[in-house]
């Protein structure tokens, strides 16, 4: 069965650096998207980032970047010079490409704390 | 903006009574989905629909009902509330931006408590 395993519930960064979240999956779908989303103390999920199974590159959006290691079976998170608006909680997700139907299986999320 | 709308936004209710959220949606996506946000847990998907008057299960159904009539309109039902569905609940739908895949846009939310 599809699994997303987020083992930091609470990180904290020093302004300007860069943090990595940690992601870890179970599939035995060779297709699927992985996707990371971003939770503020106001309550709304926020879309960041995804990457394919396939995708050759690891993806990349302004300062968020996903460090995609396929053997792993990982999808961790980079955030490069942290802002203090980035304190949120964070959630990767997995969409398995053998279901046309879109869900989406979440992890149990990361706080992220950025110390000014 | 996904043009999603979450209504009520906070609810208080009483167990054993019935519980109807909305989720409204002015973009026509035919994917729309009901999740519960509970601590330690993430989001776990409640049911989801494919279209008007297709629906089906998700991870965490028991004890709700959902209809969609109308492609914009999808409706979350609690017939009889319990203490453990106090929740914030979700709306989603999928939505394809040029050059990207499907991706899950949220709705603002709706914090259900049930006394």
């Known amino acids: 069965a599809q699994k997303i395993t987020q083992t930091q519930p609470g990180m904290f960064v020093q302004e300007k650096e860069a943090v990595t979240l940690d992601c870890t999956y179970d599939?035995?779908?060779?297709?699927?998207?992985l996707f990371w989303y971003k939770q503020p103390s106001s309550g709304e999920m926020i879309f960041l980032i995804y990457q394919g199974s396939y995708d050759q590159q690891n993806a990349t959006e302004g300062r968020y970047s996903l460090n995609f290691q396929k053997a792993r079976k990982s999808a961790n998170l980079v955030i490069s010079a942290s802002q203090l608006g980035d304190s949120a909680m964070y959630f990767c997700?997995?969409?398995?490409?053998?279901?046309?139907?879109?869900?989406?299986?979440f992890g149990q999320g990361t706080t992220l704390q950025v110390k000014p | 903006d996904a043009g999603i709308t979450q209504s009520p936004r906070h609810k208080v209710t009483e167990t054993g009574t019935p519980v109807t959220l909305r989720c409204h949606q002015t973009e026509n996506h035919r994917y729309m989905y009901w999740y519960r946000q509970d601590p330690g847990h993430g989001l776990r998907l409640i049911h989801y629909?494919?279209?008007?008057?297709?629906?089906d299960k998700g991870e965490v159904s028991d004890g709700y009902s959902v209809s969609r009539s109308k492609t914009e309109d999808f409706l979350l039902t609690l017939e009889s509330a319990t203490s453990s569905q106090t929740s914030v609940y979700f709306c989603a739908i999928n939505k394809r931006l040029e050059g990207s895949t499907d991706t899950q846009y949220f709705g603002p939310g709706t914090r259900l408590t049930v006394l």
């Open positions: 997700a997995m969409r398995e490409g053998g279901s046309n139907t879109g869900k989406l299986i």
């Open positions: 629909s494919y279209g008007v008057k297709d629906t």
């Open positions: 599939t035995s779908d060779p297709s699927y998207g």
